[in-house]
Structure formats: C-alpha cells, structure tokens
C-alpha cells in the first residue's frame, strides 16, 4: 500500500511578521506553530501564554442559561437533584465535577452509575431509584443524549431532566435541557469537549450566575481621534463590536441601554463631564492597580481589542473563590478529557494545563499515591493514572473509582488505592493471557475473506474483552469481531 503524504509548509511571511510581535521566541517555534495551523497572532499568543482570557464563556452553550435557572430555582425551593454517571472515567470525573460544585454550595446530590453488569445508560429500574429517593432535578453526565425513552418515563414521575453529554445525538432527542456542544443546533466553538468538560462548563457557568455583573450589559469604550469604538460584551461573550461611532451614536446608544461603561481614566472622565448618563463605570488602570496585576500586555493589541483583553484577565482575577473553584475541578476535567482521548487543543489545553500543576502540587490524596514522584503530563495521565482508575469499571465495580476520587480524604483512601492497584494488575494480566491464547489460536479462528476476523473469548467482563479486541485489530490490521 503506497501512502501520499502531505507535509505542512509553514506560511514564512507571517513568521516574518509574527517574530516582529513575539521577538522572545525563536523562529523555529513560530514556524512549528505556523505548521500545525496556528496562523493569527492571537492564536499564538494563547498558545504559548495560557490564561483565563482563552477559554469560552460557558454560556455560548446551547441551553445553559435554561439549565443555570433550572438549577439555582432547584435549590431555592430545597429541591433534591440527583446525578447519573457513565461508569468510564470520563462519566466518573464528570461525577466528582458536579459532586463538588454542589458541596460547594451547602447542598448535598443522590447519584448513580452503573455497577456490576447493568451496562451503559439509564435504566427504568435506575429512575425508580431516584423516585423512591423522591428527587426533583436528574442531571446526567456523560450520557443521556440518546436515552429518550428512560428521560420521557422519569418526566411521567415528576423529575425533571438536564442532560450534560458529549455524544453525537441520533435522530431524536430527548425530552430535557440539553448541553451538549455535538447538539446540532449548538453553536458552541469547541466541539471537542469530554463529557467532563461539558460539566465542568456547567459549573463555572454556575458560579458565574452569582456574581454581581451576571446578565449585566458592559460597554467597552475606547476613541481614536474624534471617533469612539465600542464593543458590547455580557456573560464574557462579546456580543457586537462597532467601529467609528460618532460622538452623538455613542450618547444616544448609552441613553438607550443599562449599561456599565468600561474605558480607560482620561476617556471615562471626558464622557461624565459630557453629561452623559453612565449607569456605572469601570476604570481599568484602577482596577489594574488594585488587583496588583502586572504583566505585559501582547503588544499586537491596540484600541477595543487591548481594552477587551484587559476586561476579560480582569474578570477573572477579580472573581477569586470562582477561580480557586475552577483550578481545583481542572483536575478532573484533565482526568477525563485525557482518558477519552480529546484532542489537547483550545480550552481543552488550558484547563488540562491547569489540572495536571494542580495534581503536580498533590492537593488530591488519592490520585498523589498514585502519581508518587512521578512527573506528571498528558503521557503519564494516559499511561498510568487513566488505565488504573478505568479498571474497576472494566469489572463492574466503578464504585471502588468513585470513591476514591469523591472521598480521597477520608480514611480507607490508602486501602482503596491497593486495591484498585492490585485489581489493574489483574486486569493486565487477563488481558495479557486472553490475547496470547487467541493469538496463539488463530488458526482455529473464523476468518473472513481475510478482512475480518472472529474470536470467541472466554472472558466475561465486556471491557475487557475491548480491550482484546483492540489488540488484536492492531497485530492482524483487520476489523475484530468478540463473540462470547
């Protein structure tokens, strides 16, 4: 078989014109970047700077807002919200995500996911469960998005449903506040979230509804000469931006709109003594000033776009409880997006970025016996930690993750990690003397055409025999069919 292969040319003008920007960086990284597609200078400033300022607001995401309302009018009225988990360790870090976010917020969840052999999704038998809990808000995560008949038969009992998932949809969906950025009507920019990161969206989005400037209008101002841009931004999402707008424009737009005017001392100053009616202003050297903030800012920016980087750093710096929140569920949310393979660009590396220095600092008990005096990376959370906690699923006993993760401070942490550590071993070594039998066997095996092959394993756990499966696709480079 003959392979075409396309190699990547980076575009030498634009590293030209990048290297005059970002002269600290050789031009060998400015071309790296160039080839794998990263072609603005925005783009490569948050790439090779990570901050706040690159991830999405959360409520670009189809049905957030409805979802946000959902919950906090839930827990106005003392309802109770139950959770069901996937039994993966994307389903579980989504788990631990909205167990904590909760926690946080003096209210305790009922949750579920699958044990022993009770396969993937909701079950009618689950629901019941939930209904004898007499729970008023089901949240699913990392599932959902296909379980129409089992959303519709909790709806028939009273419970109300958010599905948090990640999955493609199929031709029908179910009957529920949806957030899922595969949801066709969602425009949502990152299509690459785990289930995790679709949770932890739901988290921060959360957060955000209890903040004083959630929902309010802010108008960024800055002028060049006799004429004013402006740019209208509310729930971190820039809503429009305007360019040469005329002195009279600019009164009459703020006459009309409750708006809090954003600009720098000089400008905010010139605007009040104009007479006009702000409703409330910002005045970002200040702000600067008293959030002790210094750093450079890049030098490509200039006029709105430089006043709508400095707003968005300090949006985030002036809500600390919300971004000490955030740092501690990167965690799970480097967990999750890892172990499901998503592709480490965008938000997605940032916040894993974060999870791995915070599980570098060993703040989680558990997952530090694990990580011991390991360097910790992508590669190690894929290699070491992501199979080990993804074990116990593989037999049905997903409970032995979920607690070792939820609880890692109580005091069976230690007898938990053996456990699970001497159970990875088991699985190794099932998995190990399976695929060496049938390998070893092939020739009793059913071939097809030799296109496909068909195996018969006498192991029982399903996640297992995947595991086989896969191997086997890899050694015969032909499609694998278990039988059991």
Known sequence: MKYNWEIAQADDEFVEYA???????????????????????EQIDFFLNLRNISLNSPFLMD???????????????????????????????????????????????????????????????????????????????????????????????GIEVIVTDHHEQGDELPNALILNPKKKTCSYPNKNLAGVGVAFKLAHALCLSYLNSFNKLFVLVSKSDDLYDAAHVKNLIVEKKQHGITDEELKVYIENNTACIVADTELLNSLKHQGYHIADFIDIKSLLESAKIVYELPKFLSGIDKLLYVFFEMQ???????????????VYFALGTVADLMTLS???????????????????????????????NSKFISWNIAPMLNTPGRFGRANMTVDFLLNSNSENTGELFFEIKELNEERKNLVNEEYEKLLNDIENSAIINDKIAVFISTIDEEGLTGLIANRLVDKLSKPVIKRY
């Open 19 to 41: 290297a005059s920007f970002f002269n600290q960086y050789p031009r060998e990284i400015l071309k790296i970047l160039s080839t794998r597609g990263i072609n603005s200078l």
């Open 63 to 157: 049905g957030m807002y409805d979802a946000v309302s959902k919950i906090r009018e839930t827990l106005d009225r003392s309802g109770k919200i139950g959770v069901f988990a996937d039994s993966d360790l994307d389903g579980i870090t989504s788990l631990a995500i909205v167990n904590f976010m909760f926690s946080k917020l003096g209210s305790k969840i009922v949750y579920r996911f699958p044990v022993s052999d009770e396969g993937y999704g909701l079950t009618r038998d689950i629901i019941d469960e939930f209904v004898e809990k007499k729970i008023d808000l089901l949240i699913t995560v990392d599932s959902g998005i296909r379980d129409i008949d089992q959303i519709e038969y909790a709806r028939e009992h």
């Open 316 to 330: 985030s710096v002036l809500s600390p409880k919300i971004n000490n929140l955030l740092y501690e569920l990167s």
């Open 346 to 376: 965008g938000e997605n590396r940032t916040i894993t970025k974060y999870g791995i220095e915070s599980m570098s600092q060993k703040n989680h008990a558990g997952l530090s016996m694990i990580i011991d005096d390991s360097k910790v």
